[in-house]
T-cell receptor, first 110, second 112 residues
């Protein structure tokens, strides 16, 4: 069945470092892809999405490109801040519901 | 913008007790979803409603679980005879019949 695989965390970075969190998916067809973020003590928030191949989703300095050839949707940010510390979930849309990866914890230190 | 709200935020119960959680979606959204998230894992789909109709239930939803959305607005999720394995965060999300979902803060259940 459809599934999402994320790199294991935690990812530990210094402020202003470049961020990549890898996400690959297995799916029939070309589902919409998402990144959600969960800050400590809060619910999931949609960070960005892409609905078709080669689309780039972007928000708050984060970007991810839907790569059909490599079945990937890696999350990137050029310069992380301490406030970006959170758990990031990659997800795909499958028959009217979201299928999530296991999440990647990002820790950014000053 | 009131967002999705859930009540209670935390629930501690003893094994064997029944618990009920409530979710109030964004008012104009006709779809409402329940997910379960255990420690270190991503959310897993449990069930969803379109208006008052329950359209799909996951195999994760055993007979001890029941969900309702009687008037197409708020929803309740009841767990009967709770077990320690039911300890998790229960997330509710609503959607305007699209692939974008808006999540509530969750209800954290601890079964002792």
């Amino acid at each position: 069945g459809d599934s999402v695989t994320q790199m294991e965390g935690p990812v530990t970075l210094s402020e202003e470092a470049f961020l990549t969190i890898n996400c690959t998916y297995t799916a029939t067809g070309y589902p919409s892809l998402f990144w959600y973020v969960q800050y400590p003590g809060e619910g999931l928030q949609l960070l960005l999405k892409a609905t078709k191949a080669d689309d780039k989703g972007s928000n708050k300095g984060f970007e991810a490109t839907y790569r059909k050839e490599t079945t990937s949707f890696h999350l990137e940010k050029g310069s992380v801040q301490v406030s970006d510390s959170a758990v990031y979930f990659c997800a795909l849309w499958h028959t009217d519901k979201l299928i999530f990866g296991t999440g990647t914890r990002l820790q950014v230190f000053p | 913008d009131t967002g999705v709200s859930q009540d209670p935020r935390h629930k501690i119960t003893k094994r064997g007790q029944n618990v009920t959680f409530r979710c109030d979606p964004i008012s104009e959204h006709n779809r409402l979803y329940w997910y379960r998230q255990t420690l270190g894992q991503g959310p897993e789909f449990l069930t969803y409603f379109q208006n008052e109709a329950q359209l799909e239930k996951s195999r994760l939803l055993s007979d001890r679980f029941s969900a309702e959305r009687p008037k197409g607005s708020f929803s309740t999720l009841e767990i009967q005879r709770t077990e320690q394995g039911d300890s998790a965060m229960y997330l509710c999300a609503s959607s305007p019949e699209s692939d974008t979902q808006y999540f509530g803060p969750g209800t954290r259940l601890t079964v002792l």
